[in-house]
C-alpha cells in the first residue's frame, strides 16, 4: 500500500484530477446501473429515520428533483433552523407531544 502513497505523492494536479476521475468512474460501475427515473414518478426514498414519498420533477443523468408530499420518520434539527407555524399548546412542564 505504501507503493501506491508514493506513486499518488509523486504525481502532477493534473494527473491527480485524472486519477481522482477514474476512481469515481470506478465507484460507479462497481454500484450497479441506476434505475430509469422519468418526470411525473410517484417515488420513495430514505434520508437518515424517515421516509419520503413525492413526485419526480426534473431529472438529470444522475439525479431527481422531488415535489415532497409526505415525509415519515422522526428527523432531528437546531431549533435556530425551524420556523414556527402553529403552536402545539403543550401544557407547562410537558416535554414532548407523546406525554399528552
Do not use: C, H, W
Not at 20 to 43: C, S, T, W, Y
Amino acid at each position: 500500500m505504501s507503493e501506491i502513497y508514493d506513486a499518488i505523492e509523486a504525481m502532477s494536479e493534473s494527473q491527480l484530477d485524472d486519477l481522482l476521475q477514474a476512481i469515481k468512474d470506478k465507484l460507479e460501475d462497481m454500484r450497479g446501473d441506476r434505475p430509469e427515473v422519468n418526470i411525473g414518478d410517484v417515488v420513495q426514498f430514505d434520508v437518515r429515520k424517515a421516509t419520503l414519498t413525492g413526485v419526480v420533477e426534473k431529472t438529470t443523468a444522475k439525479r431527481a428533483t422531488v415535489k415532497l408530499s409526505t415525509v415519515e420518520g422522526t428527523y432531528t434539527i437546531d431549533t435556530r433552523e425551524i420556523e414556527i407555524l402553529e403552536s402545539g399548546g403543550l401544557a407547562e412542564g410537558q416535554a414532548t407531544l407523546g406525554e399528552y
